[in-house]
């Protein structure tokens, strides 16, 4: 196959902004110090073309000291709290749901990048209902 690169232009990074998104996918990640995360794929609902479809990614660590952001991430997620007890989540359940994602635009590796800094619930209406600070491709199951 032989392409023609010429006129191809760079992706540029989502602007800064709120954009409502759909969760589309996920998938268990370990960072490089060794804590599993969640790796969440959302994708930008717009009228506008150039940023419907385009992805946007949100990690949640899974140590117990950040808990806290998935919580938060699920309750944006569903619309409602959860309750602060022990419970079997399957994350394939916020496949499908749309949040409120607002981007803040930083330099990551010497290029622009869209960071997710807060994500929050959405009315059936698409109003914001309450802010929740940032949570976090192919499903993958880890073993248990």
Do not use: H
Request: net charge neutral; glycine share 6%.
């Amino acid at each position: 196959m032989r392409l023609d690169m010429r006129n191809v232009a760079a992706l540029e990074a989502v602007p800064a902004g709120a954009y409502a998104a759909r969760i589309v996918d996920y998938e268990f990640r370990d960072s490089q110090a060794g804590n599993e995360y969640i790796n969440w794929v959302l994708e930008i609902v717009s009228d506008e073309a150039a940023l419907a479809g385009r992805k946007l990614y949100v990690n949640t660590t899974l140590t117990p000291e950040s808990l806290w952001r998935l919580k938060q991430f699920i309750e944006a997620a569903l619309g409602k709290e959860i309750p602060s007890e022990e419970f079997d989540f399957d994350p394939a359940e916020l496949v499908g749901k749309t949040v409120l994602c607002t981007v803040k635009n930083r330099e990551y590796e010497g290029r622009m990048q869209a960071d997710v800094r807060n994500i929050s619930a959405l009315s059936p209406n698409g109003a914001k209902l309450a802010s929740a600070p940032n949570a976090g491709s192919k499903r993958r199951r880890r073993p248990a």
